[in-house]
């Protein structure tokens, strides 16, 4: 089991910046990547930046040169630096962890609002 809790989420202007972060606990030792997702309302969950086990990163197209995932040493906190913001980023943030055995395990969320 991994229990994963995310904190960070607020409103910001369009613009500013917001850093999410992502607990691990349990067997964090099983898992072989990381994940942020979110979803906006009326849209499907979308995934938005994965650091591997072995510290590779992919974003999606839309938050690429803006979002950083990044992770502490111990690999039990993963980070999501979010800078120049819009308003079309504004989604509930999920954090994920895909595990070797392929169990997907998922926070409670964390919104995050952009205002124009």
């Known amino acids: 089991q991994v229990q994963l809790v995310e904190s960070g989420g607020g409103l910001v202007q369009a613009g500013g910046s917001l850093r999410l972060s992502c607990a691990a606990s349990?067997?964090?030792?099983?898992?072989?990547?990381m994940n942020w997702y979110r979803q906006a309302p009326g849209k499907a969950r979308e995934l938005v930046a994965t650091?591997?086990?072995?510290?590779?990163?992919t974003y999606a197209d839309s938050v690429k040169g803006r979002f950083t995932i990044s992770r502490t040493n111990a690999k039990n906190t993963v980070y999501l630096q979010m800078n120049s913001l819009k308003p079309d980023d504004t989604a509930v943030y999920y954090c994920n962890a895909q595990h070797i055995l392929g169990i997907n395990f998922w926070g409670q969320g964390t919104q995050v609002t952009v205002s124009s």
């Open positions: 349990g067997s964090i030792f099983s898992i072989k990547a």
């Open positions: 650091i591997t086990s072995g510290g590779s990163t």
